[in-house]
């Protein structure tokens, strides 16, 4: 049985944020200052997806929609340089928690600036998950990570844009205007960054992070708005909240509090909930309408 385009957004997307669940650990394990690391992987994720694209002559897409495509490239430059630089001052758990907001925004995007309304369920899921991630964004510590935090909200915003934007513009090729924004962040951060000051493990993490994770995450997440509305793929961040932190606290020992497993528990139920809801009522749809593609 052929996959609906409801389920071939969801396979995306779910691999999408587990690649991108990684990125707090790498960036603790680069073990360099956040401009150097917004320089090497936004350099490299333009080098390889910059080529592939040359190689496939994605590039001509450019023509079709100029200013759309270069509003996601100033968007995605600017969600890199923001989630450096919000891990490098707070802690991975917060900063995940924080980014749990991003389906409030596509929602609220969505809403105002495409008329799309937003699923009940999608609402309800939303606002369990934001109360489950509560007690973890006002717990101890909170007021002495206040800038990491506020970089953290600020990519939370240009998540939910981004991908409002993507959804309203679909002729956007995501993996030119990740390129676009790999070379943006990367020009960005030169003049603050020492890029020539690290040993080889530290490059070696670069590399792994800016020619492998970045991209994989990066084109698959924004492929999946193409199935699904920008809020639902705004919602699947909210797993990178649990896993992100289950990979520093197993691999670093950076210990999560007691309220960060709980609010992590309920994030993965809902979003299974969610998940399941959705495909339900994908199959009755085609039971229903044979012909019906939509999602």
């Known amino acids: 049985m052929q996959a609906t385009p ?20 790498l960036i603790r394990l680069a073990d360099t ?8 992987r936004g350099l490299l994720m333009f080098c390889v997806l910059g080529l592939l694209c040359s190689a496939g002559k994605r590039l001509a897409t450019l023509r079709n929609t100029p200013f759309s495509s270069l509003a996601s490239a100033l968007l995605l430059g600017l969600i890199s340089s923001l989630f450096v630089l ?30 799309e309304k937003v699923a009940l369920r999608t609402l309800v899921a939303i606002a369990v998950c934001m109360l489950g991630m509560g007690p973890i ?3 101890e510590g909170a007021m002495g990570m ?8 600020a ?37 603050m960054a020492s890029p ?26 924004n492929s999946a708005t193409r199935y699904l509305p920008s809020t639902e793929v705004a919602l699947f961040y909210l797993v ?33 909930l969610h998940a399941w809801i959705g495909l339900r009522l994908e199959r009755q749809r085609l039971q229903l309408y044979p012909g019906f593609v939509g999602k």
């Open 155 to 191: 990519a939370a915003a240009a998540i939910g844009g981004n991908l409002t934007l993507l959804r309203r513009y679909p002729a956007i090729d995501p993996m030119t205007v990740i390129a676009g924004g790999g070379l943006l962040s990367a020009a960005v951060a030169l003049p």
């Open 6 to 25: 409801y389920q071939r957004g969801l396979l995306i997307v779910i691999l999408g944020v587990l690649f991108l669940s990684f990125d707090g650990l």
């Open 240 to 272: 990178e909240t649990a896993l992100g932190t289950l990979w520093v606290w197993w691999l670093l020992g950076e210990t999560p509090t007691t309220s960060t497993l709980l609010g992590g528990g309920v994030v993965i139920l809902v979003l299974v």
């Open 33 to 40: 200052d956040g401009w150097t690391i917004v320089f090497w």
């Open 86 to 115: 919000a891990v490098m001052n707070a802690n991975v758990a917060n900063v995940v928690v924080i980014l749990s907001t991003a389906p409030l925004f596509a929602a609220l995007f969505s809403r105002v600036f495409l008329g």
């Open 137 to 139: 964004f006002m717990g």
């Open 196 to 221: 020539l000051d690290l040993d080889a493990q530290r490059y070696g993490v670069l590399a792994l992070m800016g020619l492998v994770q970045m991209p994989l995450a990066t084109v698959l997440i």
């Open 146 to 153: 206040l800038v990491g935090n506020l970089y953290a909200l």
